[in-house]
Nanobody, 120 residues
Framework: QVQLVESGGGLVETGGSLRLSCAAS????????MAWYRQVPGKEREEVAF???????RSADSVQGRFTVTRDNAKNTMFLQMTALLPEDTAAYFC??????????????WGQGTQVTVSA
């Protein structure tokens, strides 16, 4: 069974930094696209940053220049380096990945989320 587990969230002051990690475990044969999403209560989940297997990235306008997404394919892990954090970055952050176990097709997986809180 495949699992995605996020870590690295917490409480930080405005202007501070955090590094989130997302690790895939279990019967992971291949990982295609990966992404970070965030959600605040009462709002839809929004994509923050996206990265392909080959390392091509895109990020939301609201975080460009502040957040950087990377991945380590050998360790089935994705990272989100967040700098210059703002109170509006406060949200639950979720990891997403398209993962193939030993079957032919990729399936979508979500992590359980990690809370990031930025104090004013």
């Amino acid at each position: 069974q495949v699992q995605l587990v996020e870590s690295g969230g917490g409480l930080v002051e405005t202007g501070g930094s955090l590094r989130l990690s997302c690790a895939a475990s279990g019967s992971v044969y291949d990982i295609d696209d990966m992404a970070w999403y965030r959600q605040v209560p009462g709002k839809e989940r929004e994509e923050v940053a996206f990265i392909t297997h080959g390392g091509t990235t895109r990020s939301a306008d609201s975080v460009q220049g502040r957040f950087t997404v990377t991945r380590d394919n050998a360790k089935n892990t994705m990272f989100l380096q967040m700098t210059a954090l703002l109170p509006e970055d406060t949200a639950a952050y979720f990891c997403y990945a398209d993962i193939r176990d030993h079957t032919p097709s990729f399936q979508s997986y979500w992590g359980q989320g990690t809370q990031v809180t930025v104090s004013a």
